[in-house]
């Protein structure tokens, strides 16, 4: 791993801990974090799945140099996958059935409070 991949990697690290204790403020209580399922092509990855209530927030954490380049960061392909980690992650829990589901994303930024979206995105199908 390269000495860039190494920094980045340490940053996304933060910026999960710094969205992780924001959401914790809101009320949210964490479920999981850094869940991976599969590998290689269509590997989808979650960042953080919180609880609020009867609602499982699916959490995004994206930390660039702007709020808009973070807000920038989230692709089509990336939240696809994000999608198909989420169905997977659903499917593995037995008491999955009766939670309202939803995909947020927190963008990061020097600077500036993090900016919580809900309700980010919409699954496609």
Do not use: C
């Not at 809101?26 to 092509?41: E, I």
């Not at 008491?95 to 309202?100: E, F, I, K, L, T």
């Amino acid at each position: 791993m390269t000495v860039a991949r190494v920094a980045a990697a340490r940053r996304g690290r933060r910026g999960e801990t710094l969205a992780l204790w924001w959401l914790r403020l809101k009320g949210y209580r964490l479920v999981a974090r850094n869940v991976t399922f599969g590998r290689g092509s269509g590997a989808g990855e979650l960042d953080l799945v919180m609880r609020r209530g009867r609602l499982l927030a699916f959490v995004e954490v994206k930390t660039r140099p702007t709020l808009a380049e973070a807000a920038a960061a989230l692709t089509p392909a990336q939240r696809r996958r994000i999608e198909r980690a989420a169905a997977a992650f659903v499917a593995r829990r037995p008491d999955g059935a009766g939670w309202a589901l939803r995909f947020d994303l927190i963008l990061l930024a020097p600077g500036h409070l993090p900016r919580h979206l809900p309700d980010a995105w919409r699954p496609e199908s």
